[in-house]
């Protein structure tokens, strides 16, 4: 596979290759919040998809507690558009299976994908972390 050529920050040089593959970040998205923002503006913008994201993934574990699965969709919904808008590619598809799951009423899936969704949110901030201290 040929690699892709981005601006990936300030001082970075056009000439190194960026891997745009990763398991849980859509890298050419962040790449390009890098090179309008900085890297300190990007650090913001994540800082606040922290704070929001962290208060609904525990939104998403009480709906399914009480089983307001119907609620927990439309949580999961929003949660799924605020990480692909930040390019946690990974955590929108699983959040985008439990809304699913949710939506079809399956209480073993939907506890299944919970897991997964808080196993990618917890993951997900350590992989920014790592692909930022490179920008």
Known sequence: MQPKWCIIGEG???SEPVESQHPHLQ????????????VDGTRAILDAFWRSTTDLVDTLATQVRQNALDLASQTAHAVKGSAANVGAQRLANTTA??????????QDAVEAAL???T???AAVREHFEE?????
């Open 12 to 14: 970075k040089s056009l």
């Open 131 to 135: 692909h930022l201290s490179k920008a």
């Open 27 to 38: 890298v050419e998205q962040i790449d390009g919040l890098v090179a309008a923002a900085g």
């Open 97 to 106: 299976t439990f809304e699913e799951a949710c939506r079809r009423g399956d």
């Open 115 to 117: 897991e997964a969704v």
């Open 119 to 121: 196993a990618d949110f």
